[in-house]
């Protein structure tokens, strides 16, 4: 028979039995009104007859004589006897020494054995003698006897007072909350139908001691609920004690209360099983049904043709809203689910049920379902372990999913729901996965441990993710792809095996107030034209990258803090254009920001510090446009452009790094214009080994080695700019290097204005420059007799010219001043090099001999013609 024939021929035998129910109904009240019209008829007043107001019963009255009844036409009402009360014969006094010995002498514990053959009613009148019985017969030990006789449970177990309604055990513990809370439990159940099979028969042999007690007894659950729906019972309650119960077809339509009654677990007791169409099914009427502590099962027969896609070990359909509750349900059927609630209006309360071992879904609730599914457990299921479809929306709290062999929620065509503090973890592919269309709310929830990833929103996916902890999964802790467009925010993402966040194929989403860390993959990754808005986030301490945008990606990269990672804090390449604005990128291990293989993108507003490498590094055809940045207190450079790296470089403020702002080199041409290059540890901008590039309208000041310093066969343009109050020189060209000067303004420099170096011809544009006011502290240092080094210490390189002393045995690497020479190396044979940088080698005390010149001899090093080269970010891929 067909899951829908089942239900019509069930649903039609209920309506006969209604309508046979109420015609009796109909023909007794028809017999009422004919007896009471009889009897009136009867009572006529005749011609004789005094107008009587009301049909009076009279009394006969009996001739003492003749014994005889005597008839009168009066009527008088018949006196109601006084029901005389009933006295134990036990308790009349006799002296009143039977009743004081048996009151107040007789010792407890002989009542309380005497008590024990009592049942409950008898114990409920016995306690009403007097004070002591009351006491004694409300002893805890008698009720448990009686309640575990009768319901078998070794915990009372009470109606809650909550809304849906709940049956909890009282924990041991919380028992002393109650007076006697076996007695109280005993209470509330009493009313009950019991299923017990066999049970009716044994009964009768202990018919004589259990002949005060009025309980029904059923061998099957459908009987009992045909029995307490055509007795019309108010909030009618069905036990079902332990056993197997198999084929029955359990169409609830009614509000009943179905509860298994066993000793210890008791759903371990109680089976409910079905092969044929599902096992239970609440229907349209079974609004406020309650069903719990069963094991519900469907195991189809796998020799059968009959398909059960359709069929569950629990079904909720439309316009029904039953409670389940502390229930084991599982299907072994292949396809369909153990838990199916479809339909508008099905609302049904499922919680504390465990889900387990399914050979296919564990719930699926479809179809504008609704519902609160709460403390379940949903584990080992062969398929995923909540499907929601197709504009569904229940509410999912504190559920358990785990150690599934597919996803652990699926959302999809539609789905929405309300999940919240539920743990998700162990399932074989993504713990949460949102799909065409579905828009989950998911909060508080811990998603961990997945096999593949966390979270997986595809086509078109949507969903907010709020305030979860997603962390320890083996590929990326958040993957959106495909159109989607979810909101994640406020969520913990951390110590992923692979990334945090991964964006791709045309992904995007609002991704913000996260905190990523400690992923051994980049936190955020973009890529494949994906267009996401990551905004207030933390991205921090991470085995690789803060932020990898790469093959075109896209998006709005803002107001993060992006710090502590292990590679660059934010990477764009392959020709990627991402606008990065207002973050905080700083205290990396490498790079801040890192362009490479044609990233391009917008780098605006951000303040960039403290890394170990440059704050910005540009090569390999990127373009970026960099403005308005501070970039400071790095241990390296500022920025590095270099490996034919491009970039407009305007209004930035790059200061107090360890080395010079801004490096121009191997035939790299950015534009710099109206930057504010100053405080630096270093240089202001170095230009060497090929390098190029439009210097104009920059104030380059108060740097500790030349302002701009141009080396190696590079030819920049300097065009307007401002560069003052150096430590060392304003310009300085050297090594076969050239430059064109238009309209610059150098001055108050330490060392000079414009230094050239032997060979070098610069191309100055008219007479505009402006070199004056400096103070060349090198010609006064030399005209004075002083050694350069008097000056400029190790750390910086005046131009003058310098010397090697053969007698000494100087290498290329080596440099004595002139002074030096003329006076710590008098008579010895010498050499003179060339007008160039340097510091001297004899004041620094490196040579053999010491300086006559300086004093105590300072730190060996050699001499450095350029400043020290930066450190050079490698490329790593990441797939």
């Not at 296919?360 to 949903?378: K, S």
């Not at 955020?524 to 932020?547: A, E, Y």
């Not at 945008?549 to 804090?569: D, F, S």
């Not at 141009?710 to 304003?730: C, E, F, K, V």
Request: charged share 20%.
């Amino acid at each position: 028979m067909s899951n829908q024939s089942a239900r019509s021929t069930r649903l039609n035998a209920r309506n006969l039995r209604k309508r046979a129910r109420t015609k009796s109904e109909q023909r007794k009240r028809h017999n009422a009104d004919s007896l009471v019209a009889a009897e009136a008829l009867e009572a006529e007043p005749g011609p004789s007859s005094p107008n009587l107001k009301y049909n009076l019963r009279r009394r006969r009255t009996i001739d003492t004589l003749t014994k005889e009844p005597i008839s009168s036409n009066t009527c008088t009402p018949v006196k109601r006897r006084r029901k005389s009360a009933s006295i134990n014969p036990a308790l009349i006094p006799t002296g009143s020494v039977g009743a004081k010995y048996l009151q107040e002498d007789l010792p407890d514990e002989v009542l309380l054995k005497i008590f024990s053959y009592l049942l409950e009613f008898d114990l409920c009148r016995v306690s009403q003698v007097c004070r002591r019985f009351h006491s004694i017969a409300n002893d805890d030990e008698l009720w448990k006897t009686l309640y575990k006789d009768v319901f078998e449970y070794d915990s009372p177990l009470l109606l809650q007072n909550t809304e849906p309604k709940s049956y909890e055990f009282i924990p041991s513990s919380e028992m002393v909350k109650y007076d006697n809370p076996w007695k109280e439990s005993f209470g509330q159940l009493y009313r009950g139908v019991h299923v017990r099979p066999g049970y009716s028969n044994s009964s009768q042999v202990r018919r004589k001691r259990y002949k005060g007690r009025n309980l029904v007894y059923f061998d099957a659950i459908e009987p009992a609920h045909q029995y307490v729906d055509t007795k019309e019972i108010d909030d009618p309650l069905i036990f079902i004690h332990t056993g197997i119960y198999q084929g029955e077809l359990l169409l609830i339509d009614t509000p009943v209360t179905l509860i298994g009654a066993a000793p210890g677990n008791v759903m371990d007791h109680v089976f409910i099983e079905r092969e044929m169409e599902s096992t239970i099914m609440f229907v349209e009427g079974a609004n406020g049904a309650y069903l719990g502590y069963v094991t519900l099962k469907f195991s189809p027969d796998i020799t059968s043709s009959v398909p059960h896609h359709r069929h569950y070990a629990l079904e909720v359909t439309e316009n029904s809203s039953p409670i389940i509750q502390h229930c084991r349900i599982r299907s072994t059927s292949v396809v369909g689910a153990a838990v199916c609630v479809s339909g508008s209006g099905a609302d049904p309360t499922i919680k504390n049920c465990y889900i387990k071992d399914c050979e296919n879904v564990g719930m699926y609730v479809t179809d504008y379902a609704t519902g609160v599914y709460e403390d379940n457990e949903i584990s080992g299921n062969a398929l995923a372990g909540i499907w929601v479809k197709n504009h569904a929306t229940p509410i999912m709290r504190r559920n358990h999913i785990h150690h599934g062999r597919d996803v652990g929620v699926f959302t999809f065509e539609n789905g929405m729901g309300y999940f919240d503090s539920c743990d998700i973890h162990n399932n074989r592919i993504a713990g949460f996965e949102v799909k065409a269309g579905a828009n989950p709310t998911v909060v508080r929830c811990e998603i961990h441990h997945g096999q593949t990833g966390g979270i997986y929103v595809h086509e078109n996916g949507r969903g907010q993710f709020i305030e979860n902890k997603i962390h320890s999964n083996n590929f990326a802790g958040v993957w959106i792809t495909s159109n989607s467009d979810p909101t994640i925010r406020k969520n913990e993402i951390y110590n992923g095996h692979q990334g945090g966040v991964y964006i791709f194929g045309d992904g995007r989403g609002l991704i913000e107030h996260n905190n990523i860390h400690g992923n051994a993959l980049a936190g955020i990754q973009i890529r494949t034209n994906s267009n996401p808005i990551v905004r207030h986030n933390k991205i921090h301490h991470g085995q690789h990258g803060g932020i990898y945008v790469h093959e075109k990606g896209q998006g709005l990269i803002e107001e993060n803090e992006v710090y502590a990672n292990t590679l660059a804090g934010v990477w764009i390449t392959t020709g990627s254009t991402p606008v990065l604005r207002r973050n905080r990128i700083h205290s990396g291990k490498q790079v801040g920001v890192y362009f490479y293989d044609n990233g391009h993108g917008v780098l605006e507003d951000n303040d960039i510090f403290n890394h170990l490498y440059s704050g910005v590094q540009i090569r390999t055809e990127s373009n970026p446009l960099i403005r308005r940045n501070k970039i400071w207190g790095g241990q390296n450079g500022g920025i590095l452009v270099y490996n034919s790296g491009l970039g407009m470089i305007e209004n930035n403020e790059i200061f107090d790094n360890a080395m010079a702002g801004i490096w121009i080199k191997t035939d790299s041409n950015p534009v710099l214009r109206h930057n504010k290059i100053h405080d630096g540890r270093d240089g202001g901008i170095c230009i060497f080994n090929g390098g190029k590039g439009i210097l104009e309208e920059n104030e380059i000041f108060r740097n500790a080695q030349a302002g701009v310093l141009i080396s190696t066969q590079s030819h920049p343009i300097l065009r307007r700019n401002r560069i003052y109050d150096g430590l060392a020189a304003g310009v300085e060209i050297t090594n076969n290097a050239t430059a064109t000067l238009e309209a610059n303004k150098i001055f108050n420099n330490k060392f000079g204005g414009l230094c050239l170096a032997s060979g070098v011809k610069p191309t100055l544009e008219g007479k505009d420059n402006i070199i004056s006011g400096n103070h060349n502290m090198v010609e006064k240092a030399v005209s004075s007799g002083q050694c350069l080094y008097k000056i400029s210490s190790y750390t910086s390189f005046p131009m003058h010219d310098f010397y090697r002393c053969r007698t000494c045995n100087t290498t290329e690497r080596n440099a004595i001043c002139y002074n030096c020479i003329k006076n710590c190396h008098a008579g010895h044979e010498v050499e003179f090099i060339r007008h160039d940088r340097f510091f001297c080698d004899c004041g620094a005390g490196t040579l053999n001999n010491n300086c006559q010149l300086q004093g105590e001899p300072t730190q060996d090093t050699d001499t450095l013609y350029d400043s020290a080269a930066p450190m050079e970010s490698h490329t790593l891929r990441v797939n």
